[in-house]
């Protein structure tokens, strides 16, 4: 790979160009380097208190009965935005969807448990539980093997 740096006072504003003959893991990464710098920040609802989010530190995200919640912890703090909203905003750190319904973090991940179903239960390292969906098994699995989390 080679790398080039312009940098000039006429430039504007900073703006990034990959040249690549096909779309690869490597590629992937530096976009969600790049895309994570600017990330928008998430807010809780604590009763009457707005808490800031550390996506990090958030084991899963679900929706229910048209709201969101996100789990940290044994904390449950109402995010007031739609799940495939936060979605984007947390691809760069590693979340990805278990279900229609929740939104999962692979580096909080401990260990998994496959259910009769074909679900697999993910246990993380804060106690909490959620189940993938048969649906979301393999390409988190891919994820996990190509060196995620």
Known sequence: MRLNIDIDE???ETSVTIQAKEWSEEL????????KRKQ???????EEQTVLLN?????????QKRK??????????EI???L????????PYQFMRFSKSVIGNLGRIER???SFNGNLCVYFQTGNKEYITRKYVKPIKDQLMKGGQ
Do not use: Q, S, T
Not at 55 to 63: C, E, L
Not at 68 to 77: C, H, Q, T, Y
């Open 55 to 63: 996506p990090p530190d958030i084991d899963y995200i679900y929706a």
């Open 112 to 114: 998994f448990e496959l």
């Open 68 to 77: 969101v919640f996100a789990v940290i912890k044994d904390r449950e703090l």
């Open 40 to 46: 928008r920040r998430l807010f809780g609802m604590d």
């Open 84 to 91: 495939y909203e936060i979605e984007e905003i947390l691809i």
């Open 10 to 12: 006429n430039h504007e």
């Open 28 to 35: 992937e990464e530096i976009a969600a380097v790049i895309k």
């Open 80 to 82: 007031r935005m739609k």
